[in-house]
C-alpha cells in the first residue's frame, strides 16, 4: 500500500504564491515519479506536473509551464509544487499521486493511488 499526503493548499489572492506538499509512505518502491494533478468543479481531474525521483526530469502542461515549479527531496520523501502568479483560474483540488512509468501518464485513470488533495483558491 501506499500512502499519499498533499498540503500547503489555501486561499490567495491572483498573482500571489502558493507551494504545495506531497508526502509519500509505504510501498513505493525506489524508483517513481511522483505527478499533481487538479480538479476544479464540474471539470476532469487534469494533469498539471510530474518529476521523476531518481533523474529529477520534469513535465508540465502547457497551462502551467513557467509559473509554476516542481522539485522533490529525496531524504524527505516529499515533492513540491511551487506555484507562483497564481490566476483564478488555477482555483482547483489539487491532488498528487505516483507511478513507477516513465515518461509519467498524464491520464488519471492511469494512477491506483491517491492522497486526499488539498484545496487551492485563488480569488480575483
Known amino acids: 500500500q501506499v500512502q499519499l499526503v498533499e498540503s500547503g493548499g489555501g486561499l490567495v489572492q491572483a498573482g500571489g504564491s502558493l507551494r504545495l506538499a506531497c508526502t509519500a509512505s509505504?510501498?513505493?518502491?525506489?524508483?517513481?515519479?511522483v505527478t499533481w494533478f487538479r480538479q476544479a468543479p464540474g471539470e476532469e481531474r487534469e494533469f498539471v506536473a510530474a518529476?521523476?525521483?531518481?533523474?529529477?526530469?520534469?513535465y508540465y502542461a502547457d497551462s502551467v509551464r513557467g509559473r509554476f515549479t516542481i522539485s522533490r527531496d529525496i531524504a524527505r520523501n516529499t515533492a513540491y509544487l511551487q506555484m507562483n502568479t497564481l490566476k483564478p483560474e488555477d482555483t482547483a483540488v489539487y491532488y498528487c499521486?505516483?507511478?513507477?512509468?516513465?515518461?509519467?501518464?498524464?491520464?488519471?485513470?492511469?494512477?491506483?493511488?491517491w492522497g486526499q488533495g488539498t484545496q487551492v483558491t485563488v480569488s480575483s
Open positions: 518529476i521523476s525521483w531518481s533523474w529529477s526530469r520534469t
Open positions: 499521486t505516483i507511478s513507477s512509468r516513465s515518461p509519467p501518464p498524464r491520464a488519471p485513470t492511469e494512477y491506483a493511488y
Open positions: 509505504g510501498s513505493t518502491g525506489s524508483s517513481y515519479t
